[in-house]
């Protein structure tokens, strides 16, 4: 079986090559890889080479395919699994494997250390490592897109599992968010916090009051049209949107929760005004998720002390998902009660990997999905009406189709306009 792959070999050095897999063992699994939705985390291996911790120090002479955040079908089944997994299944992957519970030696990853798996590929090998860790999971979803952001719905969920609070007086730790409580995400107009709002209005547990801020009234009103009110009342939460530039936010808050302030307060942006301002918005016995990635590594902020020890308040940070959040996420995803759409606004073929990758940090929006058959350029949705009117051709084509699909549904990427960007795979197949 050939396979289309991107390749790393060293520091921004990503090749795009076909070449022949070998044939699968009785303990792995054949898949093709339909949809890879793009990740820092790639830009910082293919940056770093085999610097990363990931990355094998031998990579230039076995270079390992990249892309971990995939979706797509069973080819072909090895005899340890038949019965379990079946040709035409459809799947998602968990990347990081439960290092606690691997093999001795299994210190690797899909997207960074395997020569035969990776996201951005047409075809690739489940090993035994991924498979014996319970990594390669079913899915049952209308789209691939879907499965392929499960890994970061999956960061969101594992979020909102290890927020906790202990009722005064005891010690036992209640896990997750306030049921009924009051809920806020700062700076939470972002593609993972669009993906927060989804999940606490359709989720297990719904907050009573889910406050969203961000200083952009642009983001705030993108926000409000992706979740008008019937949605949000029909879960049974008032959801608020405020201009933390424009507006008091702790009188605001004081006001909508009668003094009481927020159980449960998500931080999106990794800026110290920020975090101070989800802290002085806790209530009593509150506890703050500083969810925000920073960089700068001497990054700080000033701590309420007094808060901490007399108001019990709580400080944690999340980094990730564990695959329990994964099935989580592919399951709310197989009902149709959660749609990871908001969070992406770029689509793309394997063509276009490379490029977005090395230059992942200056492209403005959001997730960038690439469909690993095609050979066409990166795209933002919100231009596809504009190429379609400039584009000559089979491109000219697509997008003109992709438009009203796109349109339909408060222009985010849907089930309807995959399966419509599926119908060009003959036209727009990458022969190289």
């Not at 990503?14 to 070449?19: D, I, K, N, Y």
């Amino acid at each position: 079986m050939k396979t289309t792959a991107l390749r790393i070999y060293g520091e921004q050095d990503l090749r795009l090559e076909t070449f022949e897999l070998p044939p699968i063992q009785p303990d792995e699994i054949l898949v093709d890889i339909v949809t890879d939705s793009i990740c820092m985390s790639s830009y910082k291996a293919a940056k770093q080479g085999a610097r990363h911790k990931r990355v094998p120090d031998d990579v230039a002479e076995h270079p390992t395919i990249v892309g971990h955040e995939f979706a797509g079908r069973i080819v072909e089944v090895g005899e340890k699994y038949r019965g379990v997994w079946e040709v035409g299944q459809l799947y998602g992957i968990q990347p990081a494997i439960n290092y606690e519970q691997a093999p001795v030696g299994v210190l690797s990853a899909p997207g960074y250390s395997y020569q035969y798996i990776g996201g951005n590929a047409t075809y690739a090998i489940v090993p035994k490592d991924v498979l014996e860790q319970g990594c390669l999971l079913p899915y049952s979803g209308d789209a691939f897109f879907k499965a392929s952001l499960a890994e970061p719905m999956s960061c969101i969920i594992g979020a909102v599992r290890a927020h906790y609070h202990v009722k005064p007086g005891t010690y036992q730790h209640l896990m997750g968010i306030v049921e009924g409580g009051n809920m806020a995400l700062l700076a939470g107009c972002g593609p993972m916090g669009l993906g927060m709002i989804d999940y606490a209005l359709h989720g297990p547990r719904q907050p009573r009051l889910l406050v969203v801020t961000d200083i952009d009234d642009a983001r705030l009103a993108r926000a409000q049209e992706l979740f008008p009110r019937e949605v949000s009342e029909a879960s049974g939460v008032n959801l608020v949107f405020i201009n933390s530039l424009k507006e008091n936010l702790l009188q605001h808050i004081k006001d909508l929760t009668n003094g009481h302030l927020i159980d449960d307060v998500f931080v999106f942006a990794p800026i110290p005004a920020v975090f101070e301002q989800g802290q002085q918005i806790l209530g009593f016995e509150g506890t703050l998720n500083f969810f925000a990635g920073p960089t700068d590594t001497s990054l700080s902020a000033k701590l309420n002390i007094y808060d901490v020890h007399y108001n019990y308040h709580k400080i944690l940070g999340t980094s990730g998902g564990n695959t329990d959040d994964m099935r989580e996420a592919l399951q709310l995803m197989s009902e149709g009660k959660i749609n990871p759409s908001a969070m992406i606004t770029h689509i793309g073929g394997i063509t276009a990997a490379a490029e977005t990758i090395l230059h992942l940090p200056n492209i403005p929006g959001g997730k960038k999905l690439i469909y690993n058959e095609f050979d066409m350029p990166l795209v933002a949705i919100a231009d596809l009406e504009r190429l379609g009117a400039e584009t000559e051709g089979v491109l000219g084509e697509l997008y003109r189709g992709l438009a009203p699909l796109v349109a339909q549904h408060k222009g985010l990427w849907s089930t309807e306009a995959e399966r419509f960007l599926l119908g060009f795979r003959e036209q727009l197949r990458y022969k190289g």
